[in-house]
């Protein structure tokens, strides 16, 4: 990890995933701090789609990007997202739940395409692709010079028979050939 800055991620589309606890939010506000030093202002734009931490029997789920320089680059940080398989309850309320969290992020990105920046930086694409478009995604990273992004890889996640943790799986699957960069945490 400590290997890994944003002068070797730059004018690449790089993916950092693991497990829960693994220190992907952590790499990615690190390498966001370096990239605001490298990049001109207004170049970046920060997409954060994570629920906020939750402990769960002692570890750390979720978490939003740690970031003092929010001031110099374009920010979208939805509040009403939810970890589904954490506060769901039945196999239907984990789908209600990741539904309504692709509907809050959704707009999110169809703003980013629609007015692109060189540099995009995306916490947690998992959270959307459990009931989000899968196209939609490929669109903002692809228009992005430099995209780098964490996902959530593992096995921590009971998703209550909803049949979220085989999409997420599928989804990131079908982005894989878009990264040039991929870190295993």
Same mark, same amino acid.
């Given at each position: 990890? #400590?290997?890994i800055s944003y002068a070797l991620v730059k +004018? #690449?589309?790089t993916l950092i995933r693991g497990e829960v606890g693994k220190g992907k939010t952590c790499l990615l506000s690190r390498l966001l701090t370096e990239a605001v030093e490298a990049e001109e202002a207004g170049s970046i734009t920060v997409i954060d789609m994570?629920? #906020? $931490?939750?402990? &769960?029997? +002692?570890r750390r789920v979720g978490g #939003?990007?740690?970031t003092t320089t929010l001031a110099v680059i374009r920010h979208f940080a939805p $509040?009403? &997202?939810v970890a589904p398989r954490l506060k769901g309850t039945t196999s239907e309320e984990v789908v209600q739940l990741a539904n309504q969290n692709a509907n809050t992020i959704e707009p999110y990105l169809a703003q980013y395409i629609a007015s692109p920046t060189p540099v995009l930086f995306a916490n947690d694409l998992t959270i959307y692709l459990h009931c989000g478009k899968v196209e939609l995604l490929r669109e903002a990273i692809t228009l992005a010079k430099t995209f780098v992004g964490t996902a959530y890889w593992g096995d921590f996640f009971d998703d209550k028979g909803s049949g979220i943790n085989a999409k997420e799986r599928l989804l990131l699957g079908q982005l894989m050939n878009l990264f040039d960069l991929v870190v295993d945490l």
């Open positions: 990890m #400590k290997g +004018g #690449k589309k994570a629920p #906020k $931490e939750i402990s &769960v029997g +002692g #939003k990007l740690a $509040e009403q &997202v």
